[in-house]
C-alpha cells in the first residue's frame, strides 16, 4: 500500500504571508488534487493536476497557486493570506478512473 | 449553484438501527458516485462507490442505492454501530473533466 504525506500538519500564518503546503505521494498516481475543508463543509477543489508539470484550476483556485514538480509531488502556495481562510486543506490522489485516497490534511490558522 | 446536495446535515441514530443518508445532483455527466467516511482528524476514506450502470452495491454492512432517472443515490447502513460515528460525504465525478464534486456532508452519531 501507498501513503499520502502532507507538510506541515499545523500551519500559522499571518494575515497577508504567502504560505506554501506540500504533498508527497507513493502510490506512483498519475493525478493529485488539492481540496479545502471548511467547518461543517464539503470538500471543494482548488487545483488538479493530472501529470507532472499539468495545472488544472478547481472551483476555488483563487487565491491559490500550484505546481508539480514531480510525478510524487504537488504544493500549494496561499499567495497571501487571509483572516477567512482558516481550513483543513487536504491533498489527494488516484489513478485514472478511479479511487482518490486523501492525506490526514494541514489545517492553515491565520492571525 | 451547489452541484451535489446532501442530506441531513446531522442524523443521531441507535446502536442497531438503520442509517439513511441521501444525495442528489443535476449533472449529466456525472458517473461514478463514491461515499467517504470521515474520522476527526484524519482525511477522507473510501466506504463504498457506484457506477452510473447499477443501481445497487453492497459491501457488508453499508449499501448504496442509485436512481439515475431521478439522479438520486443513497446510503443505508444497518445495524449501525457507535464506530460508525463520522462524517460521511457523498461526490460524484464528471466524464468530461474528471473532477470529483463532494456533499456538504452528514455528521452521524450512533448513541449505544
Known amino acids: 500500500g501507498g501513503i499520502i504525506t502532507q507538510t506541515p500538519k499545523f500551519l500559522i500564518g499571518q494575515e497577508g504571508q504567502k504560505l506554501t503546503l506540500k504533498c508527497q505521494q507513493n502510490?506512483?498516481?498519475?493525478?493529485m488534487y488539492w481540496y479545502r475543508q471548511d467547518s461543517g463543509k464539503g470538500l471543494r477543489l482548488i487545483y488538479y493536476s493530472i501529470t507532472e508539470n499539468d495545472l488544472q484550476k478547481g472551483d476555488l483556485s483563487e487565491g491559490y497557486d500550484a505546481s508539480r514538480e514531480k510525478k510524487s509531488s504537488f504544493s500549494l502556495t496561499v499567495t497571501s493570506a487571509q483572516k477567512n481562510e482558516m481550513a483543513v486543506f487536504l491533498c489527494?490522489?488516484?489513478?485514472?478512473?478511479?479511487?482518490?485516497?486523501f492525506g490526514k490534511g494541514t489545517r492553515l490558522t491565520v492571525v | 449553484q451547489q452541484q451535489v446536495r446532501q442530506s441531513p446535515q446531522s442524523l443521531t441514530v441507535w446502536e442497531g438501527g438503520t442509517t439513511v443518508l441521501t444525495c442528489s445532483y443535476e449533472d449529466s455527466t456525472f458517473n461514478y458516485f463514491p461515499w467517504y467516511q470521515q474520522f476527526p482528524g484524519e482525511g477522507p476514506a473510501l466506504l463504498i462507490s457506484i457506477l452510473s450502470v447499477s443501481d445497487k452495491k453492497e459491501d457488508g454492512r453499508f449499501t448504496t442505492f442509485f436512481n439515475k432517472r431521478e439522479k438520486k443515490l443513497s446510503l443505508h447502513i444497518i445495524d449501525s454501530q457507535p464506530g460508525d460515528s463520522a462524517t460521511y460525504f457523498c461526490a460524484a465525478r464528471s466524464t468530461n473533466t474528471g473532477k470529483l464534486t463532494f456533499g456538504d456532508g452528514t455528521v452521524l452519531t450512533v448513541k449505544p
Open positions: 502510490f506512483n498516481h498519475d493525478t
Open positions: 489527494a490522489s488516484s489513478p485514472p478512473n478511479t479511487e482518490v485516497f
